[in-house]
């Protein structure tokens, strides 16, 4: 079992940034791939980044690329999410993530075994 907490969340301006932070058990966190989704109110949850056991790759949705950056620190049990030049349509809960252990396509949320509670960010215009 892995147990996941976000924080970092909160009330920013448009071009603001955020850095929200995954505290993970310490039980299998270094074996699995992590990721950031975001669900907006009505809408479905989507991609943001995510990251491989070893933080040597990254993956991110076109519309953060440049402006996200995700990290992990395997001796921590924590990953983050450095999000800069933050735009109001990116208001949404943030869910941090562990990946399936056979997972081969990190994009979908069924490819995720573990969920967090979520953190809101929201960006004013």
């Known amino acids: 079992q892995v147990q996941l907490v976000e924080s970092g969340g909160g009330l920013v301006q448009a071009g603001d940034s955020l850095r929200l932070s995954c505290a993970a058990s310490p039980r299998t966190f270094s074996v699995r791939h992590m990721g950031w989704f975001r669900q907006a109110p009505g809408k479905e949850r989507e991609f943001v980044a995510a990251?491989?056991?070893?933080?040597?790759?990254?993956y991110y949705t076109d519309s953060v690329k440049g402006r996200f950056t995700i990290s992990r620190d395997n001796t921590k049990n924590t990953v983050s999410l450095q999000m800069n030049s933050l735009k109001p349509e990116e208001t949404a809960v943030y869910h941090c993530a562990a990946g399936r252990l056979d997972s081969t396509n990190w994009g979908r949320p069924t490819e995720y075994a573990y969920w967090g509670q979520g953190t809101q960010v929201t960006v004013s215009s």
């Open positions: 990251i491989s056991r070893s933080g040597n790759s990254t």
